[in-house]
């Protein structure tokens, strides 16, 4: 079982490493590189398209779970969902009072707060279940 | 709710990795419902009780908290 988690696990990992090398790959070319605008809809294409496939892998990963992991899964998606909304909500309100410098708080910048939202949640849920790698025997 | 999960594996002899591979979990879920920490199934709770020769309410009783 934990061969069959670890195999499952290794898959994800690599989708999600595609995924974030071409967003940071597309971020860094869109950003400092003169790019024609056909090229640059190509590569956004590109990395909504590797985005889109490490969600469906992780998505049909849950399949494989035990009621556990699936749980726990699913509280740390709630919590980086929340997170994230209350992130956007503040954003929003504290836009509107003052101005926020898009260079510091742009929509691709907050990718990456999604991403430690969910880890956060992660680890938060896995220390509520005691869903630990030490031997218990 | 309260459980005998770890002296019942005690009586077979199981390791928590052995259990969780009987009732086709990962160890870290045997490890979460042994401490108390997650509730299992109703299905997964007949399978341990299939495994351990006993009844769920052996396995599991409820507490006045519960």
Partial sequence: ?137 | MKNTIKIERAKKNFTQAELADKIGVSRQAVNSIETGKFVPSTVLALKMAKVFGTTVEVIFQLENSD
């Fill in chain 1, 1 to 137: 079982m934990d061969n069959q988690k670890k195999h499952l696990n290794d898959r994800i990992l690599i989708y999600a490493v595609i995924w974030s090398l071409s967003y940071v790959g597309s971020l860094f070319a869109l950003k400092t590189l003169e790019i024609p605008t056909e090229a640059g809809i190509v590569l956004t294409v590109i990395t909504v398209l590797a985005f889109a496939l490490f969600i469906y892998k992780y998505y049909r990963s849950i399949f494989f779970m035990d009621e556990v992991q699936i749980k726990i899964q699913m509280e740390a998606v709630v919590i980086a969902f929340s997170l994230g909304l209350l992130l956007l909500m503040t954003l929003g309100l504290l836009d509107l009072v003052i101005t926020l410098n898009k260079n510091d708080w742009s929509y691709r910048y907050l990718v990456p707060l999604f991403v430690a939202f969910y880890f956060f949640g992660l680890f938060i849920s896995k220390r509520k279940y005691n869903f630990d790698d030490e031997k218990h025997d």
